[in-house]
């Protein structure tokens, strides 16, 4: 059993940054490939940015491409979303997941299997 705990939200104003922390306890993150997915009020839950387990490879939602970066610490079980230039449609809570395989990155929340809570993250024009 692996449990996934974000941290790092709060509010910010447009153009500021943020940083999110995932860590993992009960096993490791390794060797699983990670994401991280957000879902704004009303809406559906989307993919952000995805990393292997190697963190050779990583991929980007479009509306965040340029502007986040995903990074992991294996030898610290965590994961980071490093949000900068934040705009206000960037607000929602914020999920990372651990990936079913280690290769590669996903978009998709079915190739997900342990979630975490999510962090609230507000952005304010």
């Known amino acids: 059993q692996v449990q996934l705990v974000e941290s790092g939200g709060g509010l910010a104003q447009a153009g500021d940054s943020l940083r999110l922390s995932c860590a993992a306890s009960?096993?490791?993150?390794?060797?699983?490939?990670m994401g991280w997915f957000r879902q704004a009020p009303g809406k559906e839950r989307e993919f952000v940015a995805g990393i292997s387990w190697t963190g050779d490879s990583t991929d980007y939602g479009a509306s965040v491409k340029g502007r986040f970066t995903i990074s992991r610490d294996n030898a610290k079980n965590t994961v980071s979303l490093q949000m900068n230039s934040l705009k206000p449609e960037d607000t929602a809570v914020y999920y990372c997941a651990r990936k079913k395989t280690a290769w590669g990155t996903a978009r998709y929340e079915s190739e997900y299997d342990y979630w975490g809570q999510g962090t609230q993250v507000t952005v304010s024009s």
């Open positions: 009960g096993r490791t993150l390794s060797p699983y490939g």
